[in-house]
């Protein structure tokens, strides 16, 4: 009888550590894996890994916004050599982030400044000239986050999105290699 009990204990732990690890596990799935999206014209998640460890470049902000520029070691090593001011194109290989979120002033500032709130979205654009042919080897997608679901998609449904929108205006600075931002001193 008190080995039976025993046994029974033995049975109840064992029961409880699988149930807690399920729990464990369970919510671990909760959060979206976003290495796995894909934008429709192929851009991937997954080629911009790592990339909020990546160094800053710049910061901007509009209206309702700030943003972080982010570099990966080829970007940053490309504007270190003087590109693009010195009419020279940024290597395959070269990618940037921009990460942009709400603002608000802070609360706890003794003086007016304003600072990050909610993510809104990521862009992203990477150089690879045999892929993107088309767009002057420059990949482009943007994933919108929506924070009730803490889940990421992307912006526009068509492949050619890319292309007809991000690409189409960052031809205004195609002789700057269609990037747009600065590297400052820092
Ligand atoms: C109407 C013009 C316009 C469109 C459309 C546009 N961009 Fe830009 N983009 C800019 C400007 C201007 C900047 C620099 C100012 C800033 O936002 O900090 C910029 C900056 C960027 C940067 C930082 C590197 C750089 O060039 O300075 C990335 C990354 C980026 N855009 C990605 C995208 C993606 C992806 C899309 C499409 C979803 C897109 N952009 C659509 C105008 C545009």
New binding site residues.
């Given amino acids: 009888m008190k080995q039976l009990s025993t046994n029974r204990k033995r049975l109840w732990i064992a029961c409880m550590a699988f149930a807690a690890s399920a729990l464990v596990a369970g919510a671990a799935l909760a959060d979206q894996d976003r290495y796995t999206l894909t934008a429709p014209n192929g851009v991937a998640f997954s080629d911009f890994r790592g990339y909020d460890e990546w160094q800053y470049v710049a910061v901007?902000t509009t209206g309702t916004g700030i943003?972080a520029?982010l570099g990966n070691p080829a970007m940053i090593e490309a504007y270190k050599k003087g590109i693009p001011g010195n009419g020279e194109p940024f290597p395959d290989g070269a990618a940037?982030?921009?990460i942009e979120w709400a603002k608000a002033p802070n609360p706890v500032s003794p003086y007016p400044v304003e600072i990050p709130t909610t993510l809104r979205s990521l862009?992203?654009?990477e150089k690879d000239s045999k892929r993107f042919p088309d767009t002057s080897g420059w990949g482009?997608?943007?994933f919108l986050y929506d924070p009730a679901t803490r889940t990421f998609k992307h912006?526009?449904n068509d492949p050619s999105?890319?292309k007809k929108?991000?690409y189409?205006?960052?031809t205004?600075?195609a002789d700057r290699d269609?990037?747009?931002?600065n590297y400052p001193l820092r």
């Fill in positions: 901007s943003k520029i940037i982030v921009k862009s992203f654009i482009y997608a943007k912006d526009g999105f890319g929108v991000c189409q205006c960052h205004a600075v269609y990037i747009f931002t």
